[in-house]
Structure formats: C-alpha cells, structure tokens
C-alpha cells in the first residue's frame, strides 16, 4: 500500500485545549485501512474512547456488524477498568454510569490490478467522500449538509450489542487512479458538503493545502472559517488518501 | 442574530432561579393525596441542578459553563443553596457540583429488559430544601435578582443572557412586581436581552394556561402582569415546547398560569434550553 498518499489535520475546538480535542484519527499504510471518529461532547471520557476505537479498527479492521460489535465490545472493558480503579465524584460516576459515544467510520483500500476497491462502516455523521478530478462521486453516509445534526446513532461503549449492529451503515465501490477519499469528522464534512454544493470551491482550496501538508495555513484557514460560523465551533478531524 | 453566543468556560451563561417559599406553598399540589408545593418544587429544582451540573461534567472536572443562582422567597428574600453554599447568591457550576447539602440515596424505576419495571437505587443530590412560610414579598425577591444579574452581565457583556426561571403560586404581597420585572428582562449583554420565565403553580386542577402568545384569555390582572413580565421564547425553545407536545405558537411567552405538576417539570426543562447549545 505504499503507493498511497496520505494526509491528516487533527485540531481542537477554538477556545478549547489542545487535550480537550474529542476527535481522533488513525491510519495503518500497511494494509489500507483509515479510520476516524468523534467522541459525543456530552458523554464521559469520548475523546479517549474515539482514539481507542480508531486505533484498534486500523489494526484489526472489521467491515461486518458483528465484528465491530464484538470489538467495540472488547475495548468498552478497557475504557469501564480505566475508570473502575478510580474513585470518582458522585457527578463522574453517574456519567461514566452511561458510558462513551462516538460517531466513527473506518474504510478499507485493496488493491485489484490497476483499480482499487474500497469498503466503508460507519456509525453516526462522520463522513467518507469520494473525490475524481473536481467532481464528489460519493459521499457516505450522509450526503447533504441538512442531514447533519439530528442526533445521530453513536458507538456507545455501554450496552454494545445486536441493537448497535443494527445502526451500522456500510457502503462499497471502486476507486480509479487519481481518486482521492476523505474521512471527516462531522463539522468539516458538513462544511465541505455545503461549500462543494455551493460551488464556492474553499473545499478545493482546503484539500490543496491539506495534499501539500500546509498546517500552520489549514490552522489559519479553519480557526477563521470556525470564528465567522462559517462552520460550526468543534474539533476537525480529516484523512486524505490519494494514489 | 439574538441568542447565538456559544457557551463556553470563556464565554458562561447564567441560570437564576427564583422560587416562591410563602407559606402556601405548604398546599397540596395535584391528584389527591399529592404531596406539598414546596416539596414538588424543591425536587424539581434539585433534578434540574443536577442535569445542569452532568452537562458540565467532563470525566472527573466539572467545566464552569454556568452560574447559578437560587434565591427564596417568603418570609425573607435570601438565597437558598443549604449546606456549605448557604448565604452564597451566585455560584460557579463546579462549585455548586461539589458542594450539594447532602446526597440521598431514592429509588427510580428502571427498565428490566423483560418488559417490566425494578427499582434501583440512584443518589440524589440535594441544594435547596422544601421551605415554606411567610408572605410573597416578589417586589423585592425580583430586584434582588435584578441586582445580581446587573453585576453578572457587567462581567459578561458577551455571554449567552441569563435566564430566570420565577415560580409563584400567589400574588405579590409588597406592591406591583410589573416595573421590576420588566426591568430584569430589560438587561443586555450583547448577545440579547435576559430571558425572564415565569410559572404560576396552582393547586387547583383546572384553568391551566400554558405559553400563551397574547394575554387575550388570561382571568385577571394579576396574570397579565406575570404574562407582560414574561419574555417571548426564542424560536428554539419555543421548538422545544412544541415537540414535548406543548402548544407554543410564534410570540410565546415563557409564561404558565395555574400550572400543575407536568408544567413544572416543562418549565424548568424548556428554561434550561440554553444548557443544550454548547
């Protein structure tokens, strides 16, 4: 896989830490697999439960309900002993009595001749899109920038089981040289869906910065579109795979 | 656009909750067999600082997005935080979190995943007691009010705009609260002006108005003053109200006349909106 070009931008909510950033991003070259997810703002601990669900998904990647049911299941014991040990004040314990959520979509890349084939799971808004020249062939699971916000189905990491499998979306398809995915957390790909709709084209410019790895420019750039509500305050978490 | 600012650690908002502690308060409230007001109305105080303080709660820290304030008044107009934060008029949420007057231990009725119900034991913190007793001296409950949120938006010209959540069950008993009331929804920071919510509890079961846009079937004048006193609700709370099955049409007030128990359990939930726009 290492004919693959990848590039990532993790950052925090304005106003916010650093370590308060609840998005996470993971990424194994090896065997195509990209993940991301956003842990829910009103949950207990999310941003540790988003970064061990990406983290694991990459490295044992599951694109059936039952596998990733059964290891979210397995890390749900992880994040339940990390607080278990603890004693907690009366307001951690009741939230850590409801558990983790956490949008999350994870994508699988295999290479078949000069084509590649692709697999997407995902649960809640975080969002797959698939880019050809300057056209949005794909754009999974959710599609316009009014389909964010309804509170969506998250991975929680209490109570994991069939009722969780059945919230699960996944799509398919193939990739042509020259195409490019992005994996967004929900905020981004709202904006980017709504810029792209609108032909005003920051997306390209976005995704430009984003291939040349310009940081310090995507901080400017988000930090002043975040600050004028041209999108929504939150963290942003994006992949960008091309080949 | 009024009511946008995001609610932050940098940028808090500020809840006020001023509840009616008149010796009347003591009446039954609802079916037969009810128990009293003031009982009723301490309970859904303390859930609903209770829900506040579990939106703040990231893993073991509380986040200071909210200052609370609980003033009674009955037979003196004082803050009505008990324990540690007694005497307190304004508090940080972190503050009010670790500092409840105790914690009870009640029984809340659960799923048991076979279609039926079980009790289980769930901690219950308590700020404020059920207290009643005394007159309804508003006039003065109000401008102490007025007092702090003047002081509180001076600090915050740029927050979320505090919101007073009043519950009565009677009328003033030292003179018209009207101008003073008006006054406190008067107050601005640059994000909008205060949201004042105002509900009339009665234990009678009839005659319940709920969110009225204009004061066209209110009984009195007593009702009218409390409706004019009472800010229009902006549209996402007056969402709110319709979707927990409220009739809340466009320029509601945030207003109940002769409310019964359900209304105030919607009054302090639809009052608390703002918690929800972080």
Same mark, same amino acid.
């Not at chain 1, 059936?64 to 049911?69: D, K, M, R, S």
């Not at chain 1, 000069?114 to 997407?120: I, L, Q, R």
């Not at chain 2, 929804?185 to 234990?203: E, F, P």
């Given at each position: 896989m290492?004919r693959?070009?990848v590039?990532?931008y993790?950052?925090?909510? !304005?106003?916010?830490?650093?370590?308060?950033?609840?998005?996470? !991003?993971c990424? +194994?070259?090896?065997?195509g697999?990209?993940?991301v997810?956003?842990?829910?703002?009103?949950?207990?601990d999310?941003?540790?439960?988003?970064?061990?669900?990406?983290?694991a998904?990459?490295r044992?990647p599951?694109t059936?309900?039952?596998?990733?049911?059964a290891?979210?299941?397995?890390?749900a014991?992880?994040?339940d002993?990390?607080? @278990?040990r603890? %004693?907690l004040?009366?307001?951690?314990?009741e939230?850590?009595?409801?558990g983790?959520f %956490?949008a999350?979509?994870g994508? @699988?890349?295999?290479?078949?001749g000069?084509?590649?084939?692709?697999?997407?799971i995902?649960?809640g808004d975080?969002? !797959?899109? @698939?880019?050809? +020249?300057d056209?949005l062939?794909?754009?999974?699971p959710?599609?316009s920038?009014?389909? #964010?916000? #309804?509170?969506?189905?998250?991975?929680p990491?209490?109570?994991?089981?069939?009722?969780?499998?059945?919230?699960?979306?996944f799509?398919?398809?193939?990739?042509?040289?020259?195409?490019? #995915?992005?994996l !967004?957390?929900?905020?981004v790909? @709202?904006w980017?869906?709504r810029?792209?709709?609108?032909?005003?084209r920051?997306c +390209?410019?976005f995704?430009?910065?984003?291939?040349?790895?310009?940081?310090?420019?995507l901080d400017?750039?988000?930090?002043?579109?975040?600050?004028?509500?041209?999108?929504?305050?939150?963290?942003?978490a994006v992949?960008r795979?091309?080949? | 656009?009024?009511?946008?600012a995001e609610?932050?650690?940098?940028?808090?908002?500020c809840?006020?909750?001023?509840i009616?502690?008149?010796?009347?308060?003591?009446?039954?409230?609802g079916? &037969?067999?009810?128990g009293?007001k003031?009982?009723?109305v301490?309970?859904?105080?303390?859930?609903?600082?209770?829900?506040?303080?579990?939106r703040?709660?990231?893993t &073991?820290?509380?986040?200071?997005?909210?200052y609370?304030?609980v003033?009674?008044?009955?037979?003196?107009v004082?803050?009505?935080l008990?324990?540690?934060?007694? $005497?307190?008029?304004?508090?940080a949420?972190?503050e009010?979190?670790?500092n409840?007057?105790?914690?009870e231990?009640? =029984? *809340? *009725?659960?799923?048991?995943?076979a279609?039926?119900l079980v009790?289980?034991?769930?901690?219950?913190?308590?700020?404020?007691?059920?207290?009643?007793?005394?007159?309804?001296?508003m006039?003065?409950?109000?401008? =102490?009010?007025?007092?702090?949120?003047e002081?509180?938006?001076?600090?915050?010209?740029?927050?979320f705009?505090p919101?007073?959540?009043?519950?009565?069950d $009677? &009328?003033s008993t030292d003179?018209?609260p009207?101008?003073v009331g008006?006054?406190?929804?008067?107050?601005?920071?640059?994000?909008?002006?205060?949201?004042?919510?105002?509900?009339?509890?009665?234990?009678?079961?009839?005659? *319940?108005?709920e969110?009225?846009?204009?004061?066209?079937?209110?009984?009195?004048s007593f009702? *009218?003053?409390l409706?004019?006193m009472?800010?229009?609700?902006p549209?996402?709370?007056?969402r709110?109200a319709?979707?927990m099955?409220?009739?809340?049409?466009?320029?509601?007030?945030?207003?109940?006349?002769?409310g019964?128990?359900?209304s105030?359990?919607?009054?302090?939930?639809?009052?608390?909106?703002?918690a929800?726009?972080?």
């Open positions: 290492t693959l070009e590039h990532s993790l950052t925090h909510k !304005l106003g916010n830490e650093p370590a308060d950033c609840e998005d996470a !991003l990424f +194994n070259r090896e065997n697999c990209f993940a997810a956003d842990g829910a703002t009103e949950a207990f999310s941003g540790y439960w988003a970064r061990i669900l990406t983290r998904w990459v044992w599951c059936t309900a039952g596998e990733l049911v290891l979210a299941a397995l890390l014991g992880r994040i002993r990390r607080w @278990q603890k %004693a004040p009366w307001y951690a314990e939230k850590a009595r409801h983790a %956490a999350f979509i994508l @699988q890349l295999s290479f078949r000069d084509a590649v084939e692709w697999h997407a995902s649960a975080c969002c !797959l899109i @698939q880019l050809r +020249n056209d062939v794909n754009a999974f959710l599609s920038p009014d389909d #964010f916000g #309804f509170r969506p189905v998250l991975l990491s209490r109570d994991v089981g069939v009722a969780t499998g059945a919230t699960l979306r799509d398919s398809g193939f990739a042509r040289r020259g195409d490019r #995915f992005l !967004l957390s929900d905020s790909a @709202q980017f869906l810029s792209y709709g609108a032909g005003v920051d +390209n410019y995704e430009g910065l984003l291939a040349k790895g310009l940081v310090e420019e400017i750039f988000f930090d002043g579109m975040r600050a004028s509500a041209a999108m929504k305050n939150d963290d942003i992949l795979i091309a080949w | 656009m009024p009511y946008a609610i932050s650690r940098s940028n808090p908002t809840f006020a909750f001023l009616d502690q008149s010796g009347s308060m003591a009446d039954q409230f079916s &037969e067999g009810a009293r003031c009982d009723f301490s309970d859904v105080v303390n859930r609903t600082l209770h829900d506040l303080v579990i703040c709660t990231k &073991e820290e509380i986040r200071n997005y909210y609370i304030s003033i009674g008044y009955g037979g003196s004082q803050p009505a008990a324990g540690h934060l007694a $005497g307190k008029e304004l508090v949420v972190a009010l979190a670790d409840p007057a105790r914690v231990v009640r =029984a *809340k *009725k659960v799923a048991d995943g279609g039926g009790e289980q034991p769930v901690r219950f913190p308590v700020w404020i007691d059920a207290v009643s007793g005394g007159g309804t001296p006039c003065e409950a109000l401008a =102490a009010v007025r007092g702090l949120l002081r509180w938006a001076s600090e915050h010209p740029h927050g705009p919101t007073v959540l009043h519950l009565t $009677g &009328e003179g018209d009207a101008a008006q006054s406190i929804a008067a107050l601005q920071t640059s994000d909008g002006a205060s949201l004042v919510y105002t509900c009339h509890v009665s234990s009678r079961s009839a005659g *319940k108005i969110y009225p846009a204009n004061d066209a079937n209110l009984p009195d009702a *009218k003053t409706f004019w009472s800010s229009v609700l549209e996402s709370f007056r709110t319709v979707q099955g409220l009739r809340a049409e466009e320029g509601a007030r945030g207003f109940v006349f002769n019964d128990p359900a105030v359990v919607h009054f302090f939930d639809i009052g608390t909106r703002p929800n726009l972080r």
